[in-house]
């Protein structure tokens, strides 16, 4: 909203729409008003000083508004650091667990070698008894079976 359409809310006590200058002046309550009447002079020395005091105003924050975005870039610059050490730190942790982990996946593949070893040991004496017992099987056999053949050729 302009300076002058305040203005002329605080004369009439409403605001008003934009119309056009004929549909205005034909209005009843603004009837003695007309464009072409001059506003006062100490009324327009107030609306341009007014509009300079504005223009001052605009001047001084879009002056700050710059400087906050020049700092801006020493933000930048400042969260960039931040985010390097950030990672970096990430990354000194993520390497420590890593060798953490190996560590640990080292000591338990020594102790399930162990138990391995140790049940392998105890299976290895049941194998080893089960292939003794094998073999004398076989070789009872063998001599069955070469019994046999002796006995079909009348050998004996």
Avoid: W
């Avoid at 300076?3 to 729409?17: C, D, L, Y």
């Avoid at 056009?20 to 072409?36: L, Q």
């Amino acid at each position: 909203m302009s300076i002058f359409s305040e203005r002329f809310k605080r004369f009439s006590g409403k605001p008003q729409r934009s119309v056009s200058r004929s549909s205005y002046e034909a209005r009843p309550e603004t009837a003695g008003f007309s464009f072409a009447k001059k506003e006062s002079e100490s009324e327009l020395k107030s609306v341009v000083g007014e509009l300079k005091d504005n223009a001052v105003k605009n001047g001084e924050v879009l002056k700050s508004l710059s400087d906050k975005v020049d700092g801006l870039g020493d933000f930048k610059s400042i969260v960039e650091d931040c985010k390097k050490e950030t990672r970096d730190a990430i990354h000194t942790e993520n390497v420590k667990v890593y060798r953490n982990v190996q560590a640990v996946v080292v000591d338990e593949a020594e102790k399930v070698k162990a138990s391995v070893n140790a049940s392998g040991k105890s299976t290895e004496s049941r194998v080893n008894a089960a292939i003794t017992f094998s073999v004398l099987a076989f070789l009872i056999a063998v001599i069955h079976f070469a019994f046999d053949i002796l006995c079909n050729l009348g050998i004996f």
